[in-house]
């Protein structure tokens, strides 16, 4: 008998009992879960032992705020903490003002030991809930916590938490925007040399999500608002196993708001900065020609990055051409479709663009189809520069916009737009913020946890 074991047996509470149940597993798998068990209430009865000790310890009154009297002890009361081990209890000494100032009660052992006034949580706890969140309904992280740490909390408590510190998150970023707004240029982000070479990739895309009519009510007619999104990555290759050379994202950063492309602008541009825009070699803006996106390019971005107009957007916009000019869905319409697209993606927008003006130039042209390939006439000449694509393709730049797709698709469509959801504008930005600061790799800051001790 090792003697570990014998002074559990000896010990008070439940341990001897969990660590029978240890003794006594039929199985291997059955052993380590029961010391699982066993382990945890170790850690808490340990971790009671210390605090009932440091509680012993002779306090030092601090002085009344009010008065200036030095505090008195008011004798022992209750306090608990519920962490990732469980919950911890012990007894430490309250205070008061001997003269009776309303001050309420003061605790010193508790600012020793780093609590917050009516903490009932750990940070860590609270990390591990809202991480989860980020991925999953509430009552999934509920039910994902309770098998992952034995930690039982509602899935209201978690719907809290992730208010309190989504909160905390949107803070974050309005103080930082406050900044920028004042002329405070924001830090570039620390970057290794090789990574700050590769060209930095911004894009943008709306997507609409579900919210609850004005006011939150959960009655009434659901309000369909537009959530706008922006990537920033940087431009890598990778050679696959098929030996086919894909396009690779290295740090992809997101943002995204509620709230029209005034409110996303400046936050576009905050991360831009943080990104490198004002120092990477070769900046790319990918769109797909939406105006509002546009304008933003044009305020924001034109002297800095290149314009790519996404290809499979500009190559819909020459099938309405073929369409309207051939009459439907013809066989000519299909091949004069096929022709210009191949001749864009290689380059050839000049002809593109004087193939459209020779058919302008036909008398017998309806009114109608004259108007329709007018438009498509201007828009890739406004976008001329923005269709270069065989040139793109050889800088190694992207021609299509799929990456901020997906990126609207995993921020906002999986999460968001679920069978019968419908958000509070409250409820949605502050999980919003979450997911954005986990992505970014900003989730950890908004706890406040010592660094983890190195290996
Ligand atoms: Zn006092």
Redesign the pocket.
């Known amino acids: 008998m090792s003697c570990l074991r014998e002074s559990i047996r000896r010990m008070d509470g439940d341990l001897p009992e969990l660590l029978a149940a240890v003794e006594n597993a039929p199985t291997l798998a059955a052993m380590m879960l029961a010391a699982w068990h066993l382990g945890r209430a170790i850690a808490v009865a340990g971790v009671e032992d210390v605090l009932h000790e440091r509680a012993q310890r002779p306090t030092e009154w601090p002085l009344?705020h009010?008065?200036?009297?030095k505090l008195e002890s008011k004798g022992f009361d209750d306090r608990s903490l519920k962490g990732l081990i469980g919950t911890v209890s012990w007894e430490r000494r309250k205070g008061r003002?001997?003269?009776?100032?309303k001050?309420g009660q003061v605790a010193p052992l508790d600012e020793e030991l780093g609590l917050r006034p009516n903490q009932r949580t750990s940070d860590a706890l609270m990390r591990a809930a809202c991480g989860l969140a980020i991925f999953v309904p509430f009552g999934t992280a509920r039910e994902l916590l309770i098998s992952l740490t034995g930690i039982e909390v509602s899935a209201t408590s978690i719907w809290n938490w992730v208010q309190v510190v989504g909160a905390r998150a949107k803070a974050r970023i309005e103080r930082q925007l406050k900044a920028l707004l004042t002329g405070d240029q924001p830090e570039e982000e620390e970057i290794e040399a090789e990574v700050a070479e590769l060209p930095l990739l911004i894009g943008a895309d709306g997507v609409m999500v579900p919210f609850r009519p004005e006011g939150g009510q959960p009655g009434g007619r659901t309000v369909w608002r537009e959530i706008k999104v922006g990537v920033l990555a940087r431009l890598s290759e990778r050679v696959t196993k098929t030996g086919k050379t894909v396009t690779e994202l290295l740090r992809r950063r997101l943002v995204a708001v509620r709230g029209d492309i005034d409110t996303f602008g400046p936050l576009l541009w905050l991360e831009s900065v943080r990104q490198g825009v004002l120092t990477a070699e070769t900046v790319v803006w990918v769109s797909d020609g939406g105006r509002g996106f546009w304008r933003l390019f044009r305020e924001r971005f034109e002297e800095h990055a290149h314009d790519i107009l996404d290809f499979y957007h500009a190559a819909q916009n020459l099938w309405k051409g073929a369409k309207a000019w051939l009459d439907g869905r013809t066989r000519r319409s299909r091949q004069w479709f096929a022709q210009m697209r191949r001749k864009l993606r290689r380059g050839k927008a000049d002809q593109v663009l004087a193939t459209i003006k020779s058919i302008l130039a036909q008398e017998d042209l309806s009114d109608s189809k004259r108007k329709t390939l007018k438009n498509l006439y201007n828009y890739l000449d406004t976008h001329r520069n923005h269709i270069k694509y065989a040139r793109f393709k050889e800088w190694g730049l992207p021609i299509g916009s799929g990456v901020v797709e997906s990126a609207c698709k995993w921020l906002i469509q999986q999460h968001f737009k679920g069978v019968g959801m419908r958000w509070s504008d409250d409820g949605f930005d502050h999980l919003l913020y979450l997911r954005l600061d986990w992505v970014n790799g900003r989730f950890d800051d908004l706890f406040e946890l010592p660094a983890p001790a190195s290996a």
């Open positions: 009344c009010k008065c200036g009297k003002c001997p003269d009776r100032c001050i």
